[in-house]
C-alpha cells in the first residue's frame, strides 16, 4: 500500500506477489517455453512488477531444464524464444513489464478479457445500421415477445462473392456482431436481444430453423458465429435482429465479418409502411 500511495495510486501493491489489486494488467504477449506457458504482461503504471516465478530475475529463468539446453547457451536461446526480451537483464530496470506463468494467472486473476480484432484474421467486413421499432405490428401483438413474429423483425440479405468452400468446413465462414446504440447500461439490463442466421435470398416468414440461432444477450453486443460445415456451399443468408419479451425500440449496428468479400441490405418490411 505504501508503494501504491508513492506512485500516487490509491490501490494495495501486495508485498508477497508485486500484484496490483483491482488492477487491469494488458496482455502484449504470449509464449510456450517447454512445458512452461507463459504471458507478458504490463502495469499501466510503468512500475510495480511481478514478485514470483519467472518475474524479471528469477532463478526460473536460470535453470537449464527450462529448454533443454547448457547453462551458457540457456540465455542466449532465452532471448530468441521471447522475441528478444531478456528476462535477466530486465531484473534492473522495472518498466513495469513482466512474465508470469499461466497457472500463476488462474491463481491471482480473476477475469480475461478478450479484445476481438477481426482485421487481425484477414476478415471482410460489411456494416449495416438500422432500428428495431415496435410500430406498427409488435404494439399491436397481443403476444409477450416476438420469437412468433420473425417476418415483422428486421431482417437483411448478405450476399458471400463466392459460395462456402467445402475446404472452409472446418472453420467459421461468417460472423455476425450485432450492437446496440446504448446511452446508459441500465435501459438495457432486462431487454434481451440476438441475432439469427438462415438461408434464404428473401424476407422470411414462418422460417425453418436457422443455420444458426444466436444467444440472447442483456448487453451492448450479441455475437453469432455460422460453422463452415453448415454454410458449405451457401452465398446467401437471411440476418433477423430479434428481442425476447420485450417491445422497446432500438437503434444497432450490424457488423458481418467473412472468409470471402460480401454485401448486406436491409430487406424491406413485410408490409409497406402507410
Same mark, same amino acid.
Given at each position: 500500500?505504501?508503494?501504491?500511495?508513492?506512485?500516487?495510486?490509491? @490501490?494495495?501493491?501486495?508485498?508477497?506477489?508485486?500484484?496490483?489489486?483491482?488492477?487491469?494488467?494488458?496482455?502484449?504477449?504470449?509464449?510456450?517455453?517447454?512445458?512452461?506457458?507463459?504471458?507478458?504482461?504490463?502495469?499501466?503504471?510503468?512500475?510495480?512488477?511481478?514478485?514470483?516465478?519467472? $518475474?524479471?530475475?528469477?532463478?526460473?529463468? =536460470?535453470?537449464?531444464?527450462?529448454?533443454?539446453? $547448457?547453462?551458457?547457451?540457456?540465455?542466449?536461446?532465452?532471448?530468441? @524464444?521471447?522475441?528478444?526480451?531478456?528476462?535477466?537483464?530486465?531484473?534492473? =530496470?522495472?518498466?513495469?513489464?513482466?512474465?508470469?506463468?499461466?497457472?500463476?494467472? !488462474?491463481?491471482?486473476?480473476?477475469?480475461?478479457?478478450?479484445?476481438?480484432?477481426? $482485421?487481425?484474421?484477414?476478415?471482410?467486413?460489411?456494416?449495416?445500421?438500422?432500428? /428495431?421499432?415496435?410500430?406498427?405490428?409488435?404494439?399491436?401483438?397481443?403476444?409477450?415477445?416476438?420469437?412468433? !413474429?420473425?417476418?415483422?423483425?428486421?431482417?437483411?440479405?448478405?450476399?458471400?462473392?463466392?459460395?462456402?468452400?467445402?475446404?472452409?468446413?472446418?472453420?467459421?465462414?461468417? /460472423?455476425?456482431?450485432?450492437?446496440?446504440?446504448?446511452?446508459?447500461?441500465?435501459? *438495457?439490463?432486462?431487454?434481451?436481444?440476438?441475432?439469427? *442466421?438462415?438461408?434464404?435470398?428473401?424476407?422470411?416468414?414462418?422460417?425453418?430453423?436457422? !443455420?444458426?440461432?444466436?444467444?440472447?444477450?442483456?448487453?451492448?453486443?450479441?455475437?453469432?458465429?455460422?460453422?463452415?460445415?453448415?454454410?458449405?456451399?451457401?452465398? @446467401?443468408?437471411?440476418? =433477423?435482429?430479434?428481442?425476447?419479451?420485450?417491445?422497446?425500440?432500438?437503434?444497432?449496428?450490424?457488423?458481418?465479418?467473412?472468409?470471402?468479400?460480401?454485401?448486406?441490405?436491409?430487406?424491406?418490411?413485410?408490409?409497406?409502411?402507410?
Amino acid at each position: 500500500d505504501a508503494e501504491a500511495r508513492r506512485l500516487g495510486h490509491i @490501490e494495495g501493491v501486495s508485498i508477497s506477489t508485486g500484484l496490483v489489486s483491482r488492477h487491469a494488467y494488458p496482455v502484449l504477449d504470449c509464449r510456450v517455453l517447454g512445458r512452461h506457458r507463459l504471458l507478458r504482461l504490463k502495469n499501466p503504471w510503468g512500475r510495480v512488477r511481478w514478485r514470483g516465478r519467472f $518475474s524479471p530475475g528469477d532463478a526460473a529463468w =536460470t535453470d537449464p531444464s527450462l529448454l533443454g539446453c $547448457s547453462a551458457e547457451d540457456l540465455r542466449q536461446k532465452l532471448v530468441e @524464444e521471447l522475441g528478444g526480451a531478456d528476462p535477466v537483464a530486465e531484473a534492473g =530496470t522495472d518498466d513495469g513489464h513482466f512474465w508470469i506463468a499461466w497457472e500463476d494467472v !488462474l491463481k491471482y486473476f480473476s477475469h480475461l478479457y478478450l479484445c476481438w480484432a477481426p $482485421s487481425r484474421l484477414g476478415l471482410h467486413a460489411v456494416e449495416a445500421h438500422a432500428r /428495431w421499432d415496435a410500430k406498427p405490428h409488435f404494439l399491436e401483438s397481443s403476444l409477450p415477445d416476438d420469437t412468433h !413474429l420473425t417476418a415483422f423483425n428486421p431482417q437483411f440479405l448478405l450476399r458471400l462473392e463466392t459460395p462456402v468452400s467445402e475446404t472452409a468446413a472446418r472453420g467459421a465462414a461468417v /460472423w455476425v456482431l450485432l450492437s446496440r446504440h446504448v446511452r446508459l447500461r441500465s435501459e *438495457i439490463s432486462e431487454r434481451y436481444v440476438a441475432a439469427h *442466421i438462415y438461408k434464404g435470398s428473401s424476407r422470411l416468414c414462418c422460417p425453418d430453423a436457422p !443455420l444458426e440461432q444466436g444467444v440472447y444477450s442483456n448487453g451492448e453486443c450479441a455475437l453469432v458465429k455460422l460453422s463452415g460445415e453448415a454454410a458449405a456451399g451457401q452465398r @446467401e443468408f437471411v440476418l =433477423t435482429i430479434s428481442q425476447h419479451a420485450h417491445k422497446s425500440a432500438f437503434n444497432f449496428t450490424l457488423q458481418v465479418y467473412t472468409t470471402v468479400p460480401a454485401t448486406i441490405v436491409e430487406l424491406p418490411p413485410l408490409v409497406p409502411s402507410g
